[in-house]
Structures are given as C-alpha cells and as structure tokens.
C-alpha cells in the first residue's frame, strides 16, 4: 500500500471511530463497557494521529513514548474515575 | 591511556539515524509539549471536577450539542488530513498543491470556529454559561482555550500558505511548513480529547 493510500485510509478510520463515538453518546445507559469502548477508540485515535500524522512512529523515541504515553494515561484515568469516583474523590480532598 | 578504537565508536554509536531524527524543529516541540501539558492540567480538573460531582459530570454531556461537537470532531480530523496530504505534496515537489491542501485546512478551521460560535449561542439560548454549574465552567474554559488554539493556528497556517506562494519553501526545505503541520495536529489531538470528556462521557 501507498503511503498516500494509508493515510486517505486511516482519515476514513477515524471519521469512522468518531461517528461511533457520537452514537455511543446517543445511546442512554452509559454502563462500564462504552466507558472502556470510549477509552479504546481515544487511545486508538491519539495513536494513528501521533504515529502516522505527526510521523513520530519511527522518529526520535523519547518524544514517540511522550505523546503515546499521552493516550495511554488519559484513556486510563477515565476509566479509573468511572471505576472509583469516590476514593478518588477521598484522596483529592483537601 | 584510554584508547578509543573504530569499533568502540561503531558499538557506542550505534543508533539508526531515524531513531533520532526530530521532525520539525526543537522550539516547535517544546512548544507542543507545553501546549500538551497545559491542556493535561485542564484534564486533570475535568476528572477532579467529575469525582467531587459525579451529578453535575453525568448531566452536563446530555444538555450540549452532540451534532456541533461531532461536526467540529470531523472537520478538526480532516483539517489534520489536509494538512498532511499538504507536507506530502511539498515532498513530491508541487508547492501549488500544497498551498491547495492547506487552502483546505484553512476552511475547516473557519467551519470550526463557526460552528463553535452558534453552539455557544445555543447554549447561551439553553441557559448554559459558565456560572450555571462546574460542568458547564470547566467546558467553557477547556472548549474556549481550544478556540483561541484553532483561531491563530488558522492563521499560522495562512502564513505558511503565503510563503509557500513566495517561494520560500522547496522540496527539501520546508521545516516552517513541517513545523505548522505539527503544532496543527496537536491541536487537533486536544481537540480528540476534549471531545469525549466533554460530549461523550457520563
């Protein structure tokens, strides 16, 4: 595949994901799986943009672990606020 | 005495030159990473906001515009899409179609921050300002710094427009225009974030 091909490819990805996403929303019942299914496309979303928009996947690797560790952390810290809101919230009280 | 040979170098030096190799240039960088950070920290209040009023978080998303904050996702998506089919067309040495490309993205930053105008409006027609609850005060501080981002990123990228016009860039030096491709997608990344938090998310 063309490197022009991957690219036209991936922007139809993440039209795809995003469509998905605003579906999710729609939906009423927000319960433990969108949250984890909403956290995975954001993951998934940071990842082709740092990788392949931004080209950092082969380029100088601290800055790559940098912003991949980006869409790790915050897709991890929605779930971790979905899954314990109040020790979280005991924590952070001052 | 400390005598280095050939091959310690080689062993010592053994990195693929792309391992290293930055695109753009450092100050633009060490702007995006301070650009990351501060929205970071405004992500971080969102979730403390959202765990000292797990209500207020699960009742906000439902009162804002799905359709506007799908739209924007879309365009700020394509907008990065153009800007990179744009650095792509500089590197096949057709500076017109370049310029053409980021013509494009310029379009769909405008298209943003229109439609981020009238959601505002129709907010401010739901009674939703930046008072009525923490949601809402976060929301409007994160969706408007994000608005300022799109405004002058818009404009950076008309600048580099017209110096692609003048003839300042060429196929192999063209790190201005590198530089604004990424600090485009940085934009577009916060944007990617925001939406979820703010739209999705209960």
Known sequence: MTHEKRINYLWLFLIALTLFSAFMAERDTPGFSSI???????????????DHFMELKHSHKILCTLMQVYFYVIPALIILVYLFPEQIAKWTTL | MN???QEDMRSEFSFKPEAKRIPGSMAIWAAILAEMSEFAIMFIVYFLGKVHNPELFYEGPTRLNTLAGTSNTLIMLTSSFFVVRAVMAMRNNKPITSARWLWGAVICGVLYLIIKYFEYQWNA???????????????YYVTFNHFLHVGWGSAAIVWVIFRINTGIYTKDEHEGLINMALYWHMIDLAWITIFPLMYVIR
């Not at chain 1, 984890?36 to 740092?50: N, P």
């Not at chain 2, 027609?125 to 929301?139: C, D, H, K, S």
């Open chain 2, 3 to 5: 005598a280095i040979t």
């Open chain 2, 125 to 139: 027609a739901q009674g939703l300002e930046t008072e009525t609850n923490i949601f809402y005060g976060v929301y």
């Open chain 1, 36 to 50: 984890a299914i909403m956290s995975l496309v954001l993951a998934i979303k940071g990842r082709i943009i740092v």
